[in-house]
């Protein structure tokens, strides 16, 4: 990336602000919840009504907002609401990937593969669907222990039903934060934009099952660039982004393949991985910077699933190098419509000949003298970067990211000269193990998490 | 993100709202929360590898238990916390950090505390009945975590809590 391609990222896309007004206006409103309703709240979701007019979600919003300010919300009222705020936003990813690509010179596929309709509904999905409904009209200053004992429950009949994955792992990781922050009615601030995107998605995947779509097969050469690490107390997944150079000989395609697992809120840091233990090529891959052979790997829009058996390594390959040469012709894939938002916009980038600079402890890198601020808080301490070798950077792969109205630069690898030596870290080097000394000694004496916890789970579970 | 003091958060989709675990050992104290209104958490016998003990201190009236698993009363309460109890204070601190316990607990901690054990100490509360049956069966559902299916399904929500340095 260049200064110029940053340059461009500046403009503030044509209508993002007044969506974004029109969401602040509707999370405001869900904050106080749509049981009472003021009028405040009533012009708010009147203007999520307008923003939506002349849409085929404008008969559905305006019915549902007439309701809500009548004081009768029927389950396919609130459906019509979260998909319109999620479509205001979904427009305002479109419009900043839009502004991206452009930027970059990024090709990106348009979405085809169809979305089929929602298989037959698990019954779990009705008690996860009441839990949303009863949040809403009682808005997140109304969250009490006995909401949060109900979402308990729906996590655990969630969790039970491999389909609804998706909808455990999003409410498990909102409840322990109204856990944390009841009685919300005291907070100062709530974290309105959040809380609401979470409910939106969630009333969202509750439809209905989630749809899988038909996924075509894709075989090549998968080449990593950087590996992004998300975690809440009770689950964590990495995300591999790649570029995938097709056997057939077709053009480089930007791709990204995920591997998750549960887990509890003492397992931190490193020990992730071992969590991750049955994706041994993965991680062999990630921690000896290493190509993979793929076969026949199922391909749904950018999203590449991963399949252990149909992976088998390949020659080391400088993540670095990669970007360099395959990364600006790669052609990317449009997201699935029901995941547009901006939080979801993850683009890989390489940044060279950058400085990187401090401002008042903000850091920033610098490229022909335009900036963008670096997304430090997001260097997870599974892997070894940290502000600190960030901050000693020459060259920088991470990815784009937009939040707070700003875009920022998540880091997930350097290039930095640390005592006359110029080194390269990157977020999966510990994916086989700590390989920094100190690190791995401080690892040893905390001793194995997830062992500990196996050895109580198979001696008091099973009783 | 932001710090976890609240202020910008309206309009953030990516906020830290609540600051994870800091790591620790958990081979004595293989759970802790601040849930229900309490302390809680198990501890590993020393002495019995199939028992554990399950130990809680009460917010605001600071009452507190320890019995095993089983229901039977640990011997080392004697009108004042067991080692149990003590070990529980430990490792909440540790993984919480002190100011978060005792906010919940309703401590006045004045000029800081270097341990649980001197959390414990600034305690007044008496022990008082509680379930322990309750706790252990949380107990056992945080473990069953570890035991779920493995799934393959992408989870683009997870983009909301990304992994961050804390606990480094």
Known sequence: MRGAQVARLRAVPAGLSD????????????????????????????????ALAGTPLAGPVTAAVDAVTAGSIAPEHLAALAGARSALLGAAHDALLGQLDEALGRT??????????????????????????????TGWR??????LSAAAGVVEASLAVPELRRIAVLLDGLAAELRACVPVATMAEVPARRWADLWARGVLLTQGAPSTGEASTVSGRLLPLGVDVHSHDTAVQVQVHAVLEPADGGPALLVRTAVAAAKVDTIVGPAIWRLLSGHP???????????????????????????????????????????RVLLPAASAAATDPLDRHPTGIAEPVLVEGAAIRDEDGTLAVEVDGERVALAVDRLPAAGPLTADLVAAASACLGLMRWDDDRWLLQPLAVRAGVKRRTVQAHNGDWACGVTDPKVAKEEARAGDAVAVLRERAGRLLRR | MTNADGAGWRRRSVVAVVPPA?????????????ADGRLQGVVS??????????????????????????????????????????ALADEAVL????????RYLRVDIGDGLADGSELLA???????????????????????????????????????????????
Request: net charge negative; proline share 7%.
């Open chain 1, 19 to 50: 969506a974004l007004d029109v969401v602040a206006g509707f999370d405001d409103a869900l904050t106080d919840g749509f049981g009472r309703i003021g009028d405040r709240g009533a012009a708010a979701l009147a203007g999520l009504a307008d």
């Open chain 1, 108 to 137: 990106r596929s348009p979405w085809t593969t169809p979305t089929t309709g929602s298989g037959e509904a698990p019954l779990a999905l009705a008690g996860a669907r009441a839990w949303w409904h009863e949040v809403a009209v």
């Open chain 1, 142 to 147: 109304g969250v009490d222990h006995e909401v």
């Open chain 1, 281 to 323: 090529l993965l991680l062999t891959a990630l921690a000896e910077r290493r190509a993979l052979a793929v076969t026949d790997l199922p391909l749904r829009g950018g999203d590449l699933g991963w399949v252990d058996d149909r992976v088998q390594l390949d020659e080391p390959a400088d993540p670095f190098a990669t970007a």
């Open chain 2, 22 to 34: 800091r790591p620790r050992k958990l081979a004595k104290v293989p759970f802790v929360e601040l």
């Open chain 2, 45 to 86: 016998s020393g002495s019995d590898v199939e028992r554990v003990y399950v130990s809680s201190v009460t917010a605001g009236t600071h009452g507190y238990q320890c019995s095993t698993n089983n229901n039977r009363p640990c011997g080392g309460l004697r009108g004042m916390p067991c080692k149990h109890l003590h």
């Open chain 2, 95 to 102: 993984q919480y950090g002190v100011d978060r316990v005792a």
């Open chain 2, 122 to 168: 600034r305690l007044d509360g008496q022990p008082e009945p509680a379930s322990a049956a309750v706790v252990f069966s949380r107990f056992l559902r945080h473990l069953s975590y570890l035991e779920l299916p493995v799934s393959t399904v992408v989870l683009p929500e997870l983009h909301w809590f990304p992994a961050t340095g804390a606990g480094r």
